[in-house]
């Protein structure tokens, strides 16, 4: 009776796909977040619970399989990396320019090359990023080289909120990095079609324009090689918001898309018999997805192009099946079938500003506001866009371009017409190369003009990049203001958009309550940040070299954002060598800076130059007005806080002895940063008997090709008992007063490295 009342049992419904992409994706992501990468029990047993019979179990299975996947992946990539113990080495590898070569002109000597090279020599990395410094030889793309290569394993500086070179090794599965010694050509380069004919195309433009800006943009809206861009020109795209413009991205690759589109469905319904087998707008759809794939074939499948491939592709195929009703499920789609192809792929910021801006246009324009004229939905997808993608433009780089949705509404349009006519000409070059150079030298025109609007705004406008670095949860909350401030009329929690978005511009409560000391790693050279309640001192600003690397940009100023840090107190340079005085100039470019002590234009450090900060003493010790070489009329600084502090720049004996007859009480300092990097010039048993350090930090690369800190300095320190730290070794290394008083000393790497990070060993 009871079993009639209750009627049959109804199925379980099915999981919704889309659910179950959201847990595939969470899965390849997961294993990004671990300090180690699981082993194969770990993934057993991960997988175990996804053959017992319990209700989320499906889902399970979904997380489990796509950790496999990342696992697999990353323990491939592991093993094709160089292992430590070949560092160094030097050897002849045989191997082709398997990239369009980024060519960096140097103020003397030679240009240095950039490329990746790919080899199949036994007990090598398939593939080597190459560097080849002061080269005037010509390396083309598709070449067959004998190279003579002394091969370093992947590593970089590691430092909080700094750009983390070894995830960019990873995402390019490049298993070591090399610079060449010698070479000699060698025949054949075997295959390499595509990459010869974009080599040839990139040749074309340049034989038509020559070496103008025009040539430089055409290159990299037509076949993605941004290799003729300059510093200056991604400063100003940077600054005026318009990156993303620039290399193919999914943004170029819609335009022509939709171009092709629009072009295919006129053509297609003039003739009606056309029509009856295969309706316009299906004809339209298919043949854009087509020109879709010529384009990512021109620009050599780069990831950021095979995901915005991807994608469209995907919603093509739901808008021919008319499936566009829901586009969650599409986007979810294209996720799971990118991360399957490319677990690494959630590293790259670009993977989620693409689906973070194709999120927001559909969003913005599908069903949720009432009609409206194009160009007013235009103009509001636009701004809804530059608005979103602040708290990810905040995250991923540590600042926004304010300027960006002014640029945008005038570029966009700009580009939106520019690249089908750019790709146009290019097809007429092909076909009739007279009527084709005309059009590429109209084309060129344009782009000059473009190019000079750019850099009119960018040096024009004051501040337009504001550099900041809020925390996660205000970023989630700007993402969510935004979100409202757009959302339909009427929707009650509206008002609450100011209050998400004034969360990235509220400044954090800082969080040092003493004295903090962190030594940046640099490489080879010096950066130190010094921290009390209210102040920051940066002591030098590590190097900066024409070849790209610039510690200031690239280092000092996001790990100061990153503790939101947006005015220096005081910039002291101990000197003017490039190692420390390199990235000074992006510091004071990117950061408000009200004092600035050292040489130069700077107020000159001289013994006895002393102020207070929070109770926290500063005092120059030297240098004098005696004649001193460069490295011994470096400027050395001590601290009296919680702790006392050295910092000597790169004095040596003379002005060690110097030190130890004018200052010998007043050099005692439980840190003291080694004087010249460790160097065998410097760090006397005298002066280092004088100063009695509890801690010693080497400011010097891993392994650095100088031998700092050398061995006997590294003794004369051990026979004391002092504790030694390398940057280079460690990352950043953070000093801090416990309350109990020991010194605490916290060595980045060590902290926060991920399973593709090199370990904090010598």
Do not use: K
């Not at 070849?547 to 840090?565: C, H, K, M, N």
């Amino acid at each position: 009776m009871n079993a009639v009342a209750a009627g049959p049992l109804r199925p379980r419904p099915p999981t919704d796909l889309r659910t179950l992409a959201l847990a595939y994706g969470a899965g390849v992501a997961a294993p990004f977040l671990l300090p180690v990468l699981p082993g194969l029990g770990a993934c057993l047993a991960l997988a175990l619970p996804a053959v017992l019979p319990w209700r989320g179990r499906v889902l399970w299975s979904a997380v489990a399989l796509g950790v496999l996947l990342t696992c697999w992946h990353g323990q491939r990539a592991l093993d094709q990396r160089l292992p430590p113990q070949r560092h160094g080495q030097t050897l002849w590898v045989e191997g082709i320019v398997a990239s369009l070569p980024e060519r960096a002109v140097q103020q003397q000597d030679g240009p240095t090359w950039r490329f990746r090279f790919d080899t199949r020599q036994a007990g090598l990395p398939p593939r080597l990023r190459v560097s080849w410094y002061r080269s005037d030889t010509e390396v083309v793309a598709g070449q067959c080289w004998r190279l003579q290569l002394r091969l370093r394993t992947p590593r970089g500086s590691f430092n909080p909120g700094g750009f983390d070179y070894e995830a960019w090794l990873l995402r390019e599965r490049i298993g070591a990095t090399a610079s060449v010694r010698d070479a000699e050509r060698c025949g054949g380069s075997g295959g390499y079609r595509l990459l010869r004919w974009r080599r040839d195309i990139v040749a074309a433009i340049g034989a038509v324009l020559g070496e103008r800006p025009a040539a430089s943009l055409l290159a990299a809206l037509s076949v993605g090689d941004t290799s003729a861009m300059t510093d200056l020109d991604w400063q100003r795209f940077r600054v005026t918001g318009t990156t993303h413009l620039i290399a193919i991205s999914g943004f170029n690759l819609a335009i022509v898309t939709g171009f092709a589109f629009f072009l295919m469905r006129w053509s297609w319904s003039l003739f009606p018999w056309l029509c009856l087998r295969v309706p316009a707008q299906r004809a339209g759809l298919y043949g854009s997805g087509v020109v879709a794939i010529v384009y990512a074939l021109l620009a050599g499948f780069e990831p950021p192009v095979t995901r915005a491939l991807i994608m469209l592709l995907v919603l093509i195929l739901a808008a021919t099946r008319d499936r566009l009703q829901q586009p969650s499920r599409a986007l979810l789609y294209a996720f799971a079938l990118i991360v399957t192809l490319d677990p690494f792929a959630v590293l790259s910021p670009g993977l989620w500003l693409s689906f973070g801006a194709v999120a927001a246009i559909l969003y913005v324009s599908l069903g949720r506001h009432r009609r409206a004229p194009a160009w007013r939905l235009a103009i509001h997808v636009q701004l809804f866009l530059s608005l979103v993608l602040v708290p990810m433009t905040m995250g991923f780089f540590a600042g926004f371009a304010w300027l960006a949705p002014v640029a945008n509404l005038i570029a966009v349009p700009v580009f939106g017409v520019l690249t089908p006519m750019l790709m146009s000409s290019l097809l007429l070059y092909g076909l009739w190369e007279p009527l084709g150079r005309v059009c590429l030298r109209a084309s060129g025109w344009l782009l000059d003009g473009v190019h000079a609007a750019l850099a009119w705004a960018a040096d024009t406008v004051p501040s337009a990049w504001w550099p900041a670095s809020p925390q996660p949860a205000a970023l989630a909350l700007g993402a969510i203001g935004a979100v409202l401030l757009f959302a339909p009329r009427g929707l009650p929690l509206r008002p609450l958009a100011l209050v998400g978005l004034a969360a990235l511009v509220v400044p954090r409560t800082p969080s040092v309550t003493g004295l903090e000391v962190t030594a940046l790693d640099v490489g080879q050279g010096t950066a130190v940040v010094v921290r009390t309640p209210h102040h920051a001192l940066l002591f030098d600003a590590g190097p900066a070299f024409d070849e790209g690397f610039d510690a200031g940009r690239s280092v000092v100023v996001p790990y100061l954002l990153a503790q939101d840090i947006r005015r220096i107190d005081a910039l002291v340079l101990s000197h003017g060598d490039n190692d420390h005085a390199g990235g000074v100039d992006a510091v004071r470019g990117l950061l408000a800076v009200d004092r600035v002590i050292g040489p130069a234009d700077g107020e000159p450090c001289v013994d006895g130059l002393s102020w207070q900060w929070d109770g926290v003493a500063f005092r120059f010790l030297h240098p004098d007005d005696g004649a001193w070489s460069p490295n011994n009329r470096s400027c050395v600084l001590h601290i009296d806080g919680d702790f006392d502090v050295l910092l000597p720049g790169d004095i040596e004996r003379g002005a060690e002895a110097r030190l130890l007859r004018a200052h010998r009480a007043a050099l005692s300092a439980d840190l003291l940063l080694s004087p010249h990097h460790g160097s065998g010039t410097s760090s006397t048993a005298a002066f280092i008997d004088a100063v009695s350090p509890q801690v010693v930090v080497h400011p010097a690369g891993w392994r650095s090709r100088y031998g700092h800190p050398r061995g006997d300095v590294v003794g004369r320190y051990a026979e004391v008992g002092v504790r030694q730290h390398v940057t280079g070794v460690e990352g950043a290394v953070r000093i801090v007063r416990d309350p109990d008083g020991t010194l605490r000393v916290e060595g980045w790497r060590n902290r926060a490295a991920r399973w593709w990070n090199a370990s904090d060993e010598p």
